[in-house]
Nanobody, 131 residues
Framework: QLQLMESGGGSVQPGGSLRLSCAAS????????IGWFRRAPGKQREGVSC????????LYTDSVKGRFTISRDKSENMVYLQMNSLKAEDTAVYYC????????????????????????WGQGTQVTVSS
């Protein structure tokens, strides 16, 4: 069974950068949608970005476009989220999430966040943006 483990969270000042890593084990990510979701205190879970393993196509929520970049290293079975120009509102616990491609009609449906409870989730990593 697929297992995911995030790393790379921490505290950074506004305008700073962090790179989150997601290590997959138990299966390869060759036929998955893989994404990053976040939950900020007092807010609903939010899909941040995802990548489709088959063609490398990516999707971002509007608030992070131009600042965050998702990527995948197939040889290492890893997925990354490069986060630049961080803002206080990016403060949240970030989760790596994956689902087989057949579970969703589209990347948009995956990232929308309604149906992800049964996907594969990592344990989360805290990102704090504060001066």
């Amino acid at each position: 069974q697929l297992q995911l483990m995030e790393s790379g969270g921490g505290s950074v000042q506004p305008g700073g950068s962090l790179r989150l890593s997601c290590a997959a084990s138990g299966d390869t990510l060759d036929h998955y949608l893989i994404g990053w979701f976040r939950r900020a205190p007092g807010k609903q879970r939010e899909g941040v970005s995802c990548i489709k393993s088959t063609d490398g196509s990516t999707l971002y929520t509007d608030s992070v476009k131009g600042r965050f970049t998702i990527s995948r290293d197939k040889s290492e079975n890893m997925v990354y989220l490069q986060m630049n120009s961080l803002k206080a509102e990016d403060t949240a616990v970030y989760y790596c999430v994956a689902a087989p491609l057949t579970w969703y009609k589209s990347s948009e449906e995956f990232l929308e966040g309604t149906y992800n409870d049964n996907d594969y989730w990592g344990q989360g990593t805290q990102v704090t943006v504060s001066s």
